[in-house]
């Protein structure tokens, strides 16, 4: 049975960091995507980033390009999601998801809105404050 925990949220002031970690335990499937999403308050959920486990290929949404950072150690069967200059507006519960149905459009595991990952954790708090 696969399972999946985030950890690392928390509260930071606009400028701050923090790093969100994810394991999946349980997973056979040599290929797998791994993706970050968020939902704040009566938003969609949002596509953060995704790796795709076998290539290391990483795909971000265009509102956290060059501040946050996805990425994985195979041996601990870790997920990362470094988080730099947070802004208010990234404020969300965000859940690490896990999938190896991921191909589309010529690629494994593009960010997408996360109707393809079948495996999700219960989510961790991130607050930023102005």
């Known amino acids: 049975q696969v399972q999946v925990v985030e950890s690392g949220g928390g509260s930071v002031q606009a400028g701050g960091s923090l790093r969100l970690s994810c394991i999946a335990s349980g997973y056979t499937y040599r290929r797998n995507c791994m993706g970050w999403f968020r939902q704040a308050p009566g938003k969609e959920r949002e596509g953060v980033a995704s790796?795709?486990?076998?290539?290391?290929?990483?795909y971000y949404a265009d509102s956290v390009k060059g501040r946050f950072t996805i990425s994985q150690d195979n041996a601990k069967n870790m997920v990362y999601l470094q988080m730099n200059s947070l802004k208010p507006e990234d404020a969300a519960m965000y859940y690490c998801a896990a999938t190896n149905d991921g191909w589309y459009g010529g690629r494994w595991c593009p960010l997408r809105n996360g109707d393809e990952y079948n495996y999700w954790g219960q989510g961790t708090q991130v607050t930023v404050s102005s």
């Open positions: 790796i795709d486990t076998l290539s290391e290929s990483t």
